[in-house]
């Protein structure tokens, strides 16, 4: 079974940094698409930030030069380094998966990766929370 484990939430100051990482579990050979994504009570789902089986990112225009995505695929790690935060990236962030795949490997087009209804998987989400 697959699971996502997100951690490194917290409070911050508009301006700082945080740094999100997503352990994943229950997968050896597939190579899913994962993405962090956002959900506050004033917005709908976001995805932020978005990674393609192979590595391409892809990012959400809010975000674009302020965070960052990465992937240990040695570790089954994705992480979101966030820079520059403002009070409007308060949310709940929650990792995901999809292993829509071909040939084992997600294929994902951008469109799709920066959708949040693509992804099948979902960690329990942690908050971040950045106060002016």
């Known amino acids: 079974e697959v699971q996502l484990v997100e951690s490194g939430g917290g409070s911050v100051q508009a301006g700082g940094s945080l740094r999100l990482s997503c352990a994943a579990s229950?997968?050896?050979?597939?190579?899913?698409?994962m993405a962090w994504v956002r959900q506050s009570s004033e917005q709908e789902r976001e995805v932020v930030a978005a990674?393609?089986?192979?590595?391409?990112?892809f990012y959400a225009a809010s975000v674009m030069g302020r965070f960052t995505v990465s992937q240990d695929n040695t570790n089954y790690i994705l992480s979101l380094e966030m820079k520059s935060l403002k009070p409007e990236d308060t949310a709940m962030y929650y990792c995901a998966a999809t292993f829509a795949a071909t040939y084992g490997r997600c294929t994902y087009s951008e469109r799709a990766l920066l959708d949040a209804a693509s992804f099948d998987y979902w960690g329990q989400g942690t908050q971040v929370t950045v106060s002016s």
């Open positions: 229950g997968y050896t050979s597939a190579e899913p698409c």
């Open positions: 990674v393609r089986a192979g590595g391409t990112t």
